[in-house]
């Protein structure tokens, strides 16, 4: 069975100046596939990322997301992609659904659209008795279903989350990826960095980035075969040490 590419990189870089942030990585993602792409600070994986959602201009390499090629339609790949960041991704002097409806309309749902999405979204989540409190009263916990959840309204082919769960606790945690699941099963693509390797064997593949390069990249099963060791954690310590940025830059 031949599998959907929906993110394809070929040799794509970014320089600052002198400094190579990411240096020709090259790899795929499949439709539907719950992708962790992991590093130390300074990895590069941040800056990958955003030449991916369309944020920053690669330095030189190619790339298409969701079809579309990361140089001249980067307002096409905006619209079928999803994300959500650990620092922003809602507006805490908003209400609930007054977020919903934002995002929404950001996204292009029409008014139709975005009433019936608004409402189901509120069921869902169990947030009735909340959906006209602002967004700055909710526990964590709470915050991060809900800016998941936004992120995926629109039903892109692809959600991107950057650190989604840190600073919450395992059990939220847990919640939060059986949100992952259930957007995977309708055939999103989760692309996920994460500082949590526990979170790392949920994934259905994974890469490891050191000083810019991939270098390890496989399912989290065969990576631990491959580096004889029981752990991602394990794995990810022995690829890390590798590392010679100093900077604590992404």
């Known amino acids: 069975m031949i599998k959907e590419v929906v993110i394809k990189t070929d040799k794509l870089t970014k320089r600052f100046g002198d400094f190579i942030a990411t240096n020709e990585i090259t790899f795929e993602v499949y439709a539907g596939e719950i992708f962790g792409f992991l590093g130390a600070n300074g990895a590069g994986k941040t800056t990958a990322m955003k030449m991916l959602c369309g944020l920053s201009r690669p ?86 279903k809900l800016a998941f959840s936004v992120a995926v309204l629109h039903e892109p082919k692809i959600v991107f989350l950057d650190e989604p769960t840190g600073g919450v606790d395992p059990i939220i945690r847990r919640q939060f990826w059986d949100l992952i699941y259930q957007a995977a099963d309708k055939g999103i693509t989760i692309f996920v960095t994460t500082h949590y390797m526990d979170e790392a064997e949920y994934c259905n593949r994974i890469s490891i980035m050191v000083d810019g390069v991939i270098e390890a990249l496989d399912s989290p099963i065969n990576l631990k075969q491959q580096f004889t060791t029981s752990t991602i954690d394990e794995v990810f310590y022995k690829l890390a040490r590798r590392a010679k940025r100093t900077e604590n830059l992404k």
């Open 59 to 144: 330095s030189s390499g190619n790339a298409t997301i969701a079809g579309f090629d990361i140089y001249k339609q980067t307002e096409q790949i905006k619209r079928n992609i999803g994300y959500m960041s650990q620092k922003f991704s809602l507006y805490e002097d908003l209400t609930v659904l007054e977020n919903i409806q934002f995002f929404g309309g950001i996204y292009g749902l029409s008014d139709k659209q975005l009433k019936k999405k608004s409402n189901e979204l509120i069921d869902i989540l169990g947030l009735q008795k909340e959906s006209k409190k602002l967004v700055a009263s909710l526990p964590l916990g709470w915050k991060q």
